[in-house]
C-alpha cells in the first residue's frame, strides 16, 4: 500500500512539474508576442460567436462570418478573451484569449504523457513530456489564439487512446469525441483517422484481434455528434453551412496560395515537402531518434521479426499521420505540419530509451566478461538515460531562452527561416518599441502589409507606441512620407522586396535566432 501511494505521489509531482515546464516558456511568449494577423480575425469572430451563442441566436447570419473557420475554438478564445477584459481592461482581451488555448496545452500534455506510459515506458512518457513542452515549435503557436493547437492536442489524445481503446472496447466511445472536437478545431483533423485505422487493421491481421461493429458505427456517431454540437456555427441550417464551410477549404486548396518555401515562392507546394518542414522546426535530437527507431522497425518488420505491439503503435502514429499530411499542397505556414510533433515526441524518446538500456545491458555483460566488477543494469541505464535526456533536451530548451520571440528557431542544420521557411511573424510591435527606444521627439511610422491585414491590428494597438509617435498603415506598393518604415521578412520572401531607394537605409532589423522577422528602414 505505501509503494503504491508512493508511486501515486511521484506521479503527482511529476505532472505538476511537466505543467510548470509547459506553462512558463508559453505564458512569457504569450505576453511578449504581437498581434499575428490571423488573431485579428479569430479573436474578434469569437467574440461575436460567444454573444450570439449566450442570446441563443443561432439563425442569426452572422454566424457565416468567417464559416471557413470552426466554431469551437473560436468560442474558448473569445469566453478567454472577455474574462482577460474583465480582469485586466482592453490590454487583457489579447492575453485572455492566448490563455484559453495555453491551459488546453498544459492539460493535454499531461494526459498525453498519462496515456503514453504503458505504450512507451514511464522514462520515456515523460521525456516526450518534455520534448513537446519545451519544443520552440509548439510553444510558439501555443502561445497564440491559434485554431491548430486545439486540433493537434484533440487529435493526439484520441490516437494515444485507441492503443487503450482495442483492450478495453467502450473507450472507442471517447476516441470518436476526442476526434469530433479535433475536427470541430480545424478540418485537417481528419488526418488523424488513418493512424487510428491503420493500427485497428494492424491488430486485426497481426493478432486476429476482432471489433464488434455495433461499438465502431457507435464510435462513428459520437464523432458525427460531437462535431456539429461542437460547433454552433452549423446549427442553423448544417448541411448548406457544412458545405460552405467545407467548399471553401475545398476552393481553397485548387486556387492555391502564394507562400515562400525553401528558397522559392508557390501556389502549390510539392507533395511531401511539409515533412521537409518538420525536420526544420525540430531538434536533429529528437528527429534522428525517432528516424532511427522507424528504421529499426521497418527493417525488423520486413525480415518478419515482428517487434512489440507498442512499437506497431507508434509506427502506425508516425506513418500514418505522415502519408495524409505530406499530400497537402496548401501550406500556408508551418503549423499545417504540427500534428506529427506529438507522434515524433513520443518515437524519439522509446527510441532514447530502448537505446540507453541496450547500451546498459552491453556494459554489464562486458563488465562480466573482462572482471571489471558487477556493474547494475538498472544503474547504468539511470545515469545514461540522464545524460541522454539531458544532451536531446538541451538544445530546445536554449532556444526558448535564446531565440526572441521563438518563432525564429530553426533545427541545428538549418541557419535561420529566410531562405528556406516563410518567416510567420511580422513583429510590428518589436520595431516600434526599437523605434521608441531609439528616438525622441515627434516621429511618424509607416508599418507596411498587405492591404486590410492590419485593420483589427490598428484597433487593438492603437496605444502601443508612445503619444509622440505616429502609426500610419501603408502597402508594398503605396509607402506613406515616414520617417521609419517597418517592413516585414515575409513580404521580401514572397516577391515584395524593399524598394531600391530604401535598401540603403536600414537601420535596425528585428531577428529571433538566425531569423530576420522584420527590417526598420529609415
Same mark, same amino acid.
Given at each position: 500500500m505505501?509503494r503504491?501511494?508512493?508511486?501515486?505521489f511521484t506521479?503527482?509531482?511529476?505532472?505538476?512539474?511537466?505543467?510548470?515546464?509547459?506553462?512558463?516558456?508559453r505564458l512569457?511568449?504569450?505576453?511578449?508576442?504581437?498581434?499575428i494577423?490571423?488573431?485579428?480575425?479569430y479573436?474578434?469572430?469569437?467574440?461575436?460567436?460567444?454573444?450570439?451563442?449566450?442570446?441563443?441566436?443561432?439563425?442569426?447570419?452572422?454566424?457565416?462570418?468567417?464559416?471557413e473557420?470552426?466554431?469551437y475554438?473560436?468560442?474558448w478564445m473569445?469566453?478567454g478573451?472577455?474574462?482577460?477584459?474583465?480582469?485586466?481592461?482592453?490590454?487583457?482581451?489579447?492575453?485572455?484569449?492566448r490563455?484559453?488555448?495555453?491551459?488546453? $496545452?498544459?492539460a493535454?500534455?499531461? @494526459?498525453?504523457?498519462?496515456l503514453?506510459?504503458?505504450?512507451?515506458?514511464?522514462?520515456?512518457?515523460?521525456?516526450?513530456?518534455?520534448?513537446?513542452?519545451?519544443?520552440?515549435?509548439?510553444?510558439?503557436?501555443?502561445?497564440?489564439?491559434?485554431?491548430?493547437?486545439?486540433? @493537434?492536442?484533440?487529435?493526439?489524445?484520441a490516437?494515444?487512446?485507441?492503443?487503450?481503446? %482495442?483492450?478495453?472496447?467502450?473507450?472507442?466511445?471517447?476516441?470518436?469525441?476526442?476526434?469530433?472536437?479535433?475536427?470541430?478545431?480545424?478540418? =485537417?483533423?481528419?488526418?488523424?483517422?488513418?493512424? +487510428?485505422?491503420?493500427?485497428? $487493421?494492424?491488430?486485426?491481421?497481426?493478432?486476429?484481434?476482432?471489433?464488434?461493429?455495433?461499438?465502431?458505427?457507435?464510435?462513428?456517431?459520437?464523432?458525427?455528434?460531437v462535431?456539429?454540437?461542437?460547433?454552433?456555427?452549423?446549427?442553423?441550417?448544417?448541411?448548406?453551412?457544412?458545405?460552405?464551410?467545407?467548399?471553401?477549404?475545398?476552393?481553397?486548396?485548387?486556387?492555391?496560395? =502564394? %507562400?515562400?518555401?525553401f528558397?522559392?515562392?508557390?501556389?502549390?507546394?510539392?507533395?511531401?515537402l511539409?515533412?521537409?518542414?518538420? @525536420?526544420?522546426?525540430?531538434?536533429?535530437f529528437? +528527429?534522428?531518434?525517432?528516424?532511427?527507431?522507424?528504421?529499426?522497425?521497418?527493417?525488423?518488420?520486413?525480415?518478419?521479426?515482428?517487434?512489440?505491439?507498442? /512499437?506497431?503503435?507508434?509506427?502506425c502514429?508516425?506513418?500514418?499521420?505522415?502519408?495524409?499530411?505530406?499530400?497537402?499542397?496548401?501550406?500556408v505556414?508551418?503549423?499545417?505540419?504540427?500534428?506529427l510533433?506529438p507522434?515524433?515526441?513520443?518515437?524519439?524518446?522509446?527510441?532514447?530509451?530502448?537505446?540507453?538500456?541496450?547500451?546498459a545491458?552491453?556494459?554489464?555483460?562486458q563488465?562480466?566478461q573482462?572482471?571489471?566488477?558487477?556493474?547494475?543494469?538498472?544503474?547504468?541505464?539511470?545515469?545514461g538515460?540522464?545524460?541522454?535526456?539531458?544532451?536531446?533536451?538541451?538544445?530546445?530548451?536554449?532556444?526558448?531562452?535564446? %531565440?526572441n520571440?521563438?518563432?525564429?528557431?530553426?533545427?541545428?542544420?538549418?541557419?535561420?527561416?529566410?531562405?528556406?521557411?516563410?518567416?510567420?511573424?511580422?513583429?510590428?510591435?518589436?520595431?516600434l518599441?526599437? @523605434?521608441?527606444?531609439?528616438?525622441h521627439?515627434?516621429?511618424?511610422?509607416?508599418?507596411?502589409?498587405l492591404?486590410?491585414?492590419?485593420?483589427?491590428?490598428?484597433?487593438?494597438?492603437a496605444?502601443?507606441?508612445?503619444?509622440r509617435?505616429?502609426?500610419? +498603415?501603408?502597402?508594398?506598393?503605396?509607402?506613406?512620407?515616414?520617417?521609419?518604415?517597418?517592413?516585414?521578412? /515575409?513580404?521580401?520572401?514572397?516577391?515584395?522586396?524593399?524598394?531600391?531607394?530604401?535598401?540603403?537605409h536600414?537601420a535596425?532589423?528585428?531577428?529571433?535566432g538566425?531569423?530576420?522577422? $522584420?527590417?526598420?528602414?529609415?
Open positions: 505505501d503504491i501511494k508512493a508511486q501515486l506521479s503527482q509531482v511529476g505532472y505538476l512539474v511537466l505543467v510548470m515546464v509547459t506553462l512558463i516558456p512569457a511568449l504569450a505576453h511578449s508576442l504581437d498581434l494577423t490571423d488573431e485579428g480575425v479573436i474578434p469572430n469569437g467574440r461575436k460567436d460567444v454573444l450570439l451563442l449566450l442570446h441563443g441566436a443561432l439563425l442569426n447570419h452572422h454566424w457565416l462570418d468567417n464559416l473557420a470552426p466554431a475554438p473560436k468560442i473569445g469566453f478573451s472577455f474574462i482577460g477584459q474583465w480582469l485586466w481592461g482592453n490590454a487583457g482581451i489579447l492575453w485572455g484569449a490563455l484559453a488555448g495555453i491551459a488546453l $496545452c498544459a493535454s500534455i499531461v @494526459v498525453m504523457v498519462h503514453a506510459r504503458p505504450i512507451v515506458g514511464t522514462a520515456g512518457a515523460y521525456l516526450g513530456g518534455i520534448f513537446l513542452a519545451l519544443s520552440p515549435w509548439l510553444t510558439y503557436f501555443s502561445s497564440l489564439a491559434y485554431l491548430d493547437m486545439y486540433m @493537434v492536442n484533440f487529435a493526439a489524445i490516437i494515444l487512446l485507441t492503443w487503450h481503446a %482495442v483492450r478495453k472496447p467502450p473507450l472507442f466511445l471517447l476516441v470518436g469525441a476526442l476526434l469530433g472536437f479535433a475536427m470541430a478545431s480545424k478540418y =485537417t483533423a481528419i488526418a488523424a483517422v488513418v493512424p +487510428i485505422v491503420g493500427y485497428i $487493421c494492424y491488430r486485426h491481421f497481426r493478432y486476429g484481434a476482432t471489433f464488434q461493429r455495433g461499438m465502431l458505427l457507435a464510435t462513428c456517431g459520437v464523432f458525427g455528434g462535431f456539429f454540437l461542437a460547433d454552433p456555427a452549423l446549427w442553423g441550417n448544417p448541411p448548406v453551412r457544412f458545405v460552405q464551410s467545407f467548399g471553401f477549404q475545398f476552393v481553397h486548396a485548387h486556387i492555391g496560395h =502564394t %507562400v515562400f518555401w528558397g522559392q515562392t508557390w501556389e502549390h507546394v510539392p507533395l511531401g511539409g515533412l521537409l518542414m518538420v @525536420v526544420a522546426k525540430i531538434s536533429l529528437i +528527429i534522428i531518434p525517432a528516424g532511427g527507431f522507424l528504421a529499426l522497425y521497418s527493417a525488423r518488420a520486413a525480415l518478419r521479426r515482428w517487434p512489440a505491439d507498442q /512499437h506497431a503503435f507508434l509506427f502514429w508516425v506513418v500514418g499521420l505522415s502519408a495524409p499530411l505530406s499530400l497537402l499542397t496548401i501550406i505556414g508551418t503549423h499545417y505540419l504540427l500534428p510533433a507522434a515524433i515526441a513520443f518515437t524519439a524518446a522509446r527510441g532514447l530509451v530502448l537505446a540507453v538500456r541496450q547500451s545491458i552491453f556494459v554489464h555483460n563488465s562480466e573482462r572482471r571489471w566488477g558487477t556493474v547494475s543494469v538498472k544503474k547504468t541505464a539511470a545515469i538515460l540522464l545524460i541522454v535526456a539531458l544532451v536531446a533536451i538541451l538544445p530546445s530548451a536554449a532556444a526558448l531562452v535564446t %531565440v520571440q521563438g518563432e525564429g528557431y530553426t533545427s541545428e542544420w538549418l541557419p535561420g527561416e529566410n531562405g528556406a521557411l516563410q518567416v510567420a511573424y511580422p513583429a510590428y510591435l518589436d520595431a518599441v526599437w @523605434v521608441a527606444r531609439h528616438t521627439g515627434p516621429v511618424k511610422v509607416a508599418l507596411i502589409a492591404p486590410y491585414t492590419l485593420d483589427y491590428w490598428r484597433q487593438f494597438r496605444h502601443a507606441a508612445p503619444a509617435v505616429t502609426l500610419l +498603415i501603408g502597402s508594398p506598393d503605396n509607402i506613406p512620407p515616414a520617417d521609419f518604415v517597418i517592413w516585414p521578412m /515575409h513580404l521580401v520572401q514572397r516577391h515584395f522586396p524593399i524598394p531600391l531607394g530604401w535598401r540603403h536600414i535596425a532589423t528585428i531577428t529571433g538566425s531569423t530576420t522577422y $522584420c527590417y526598420i528602414l529609415t
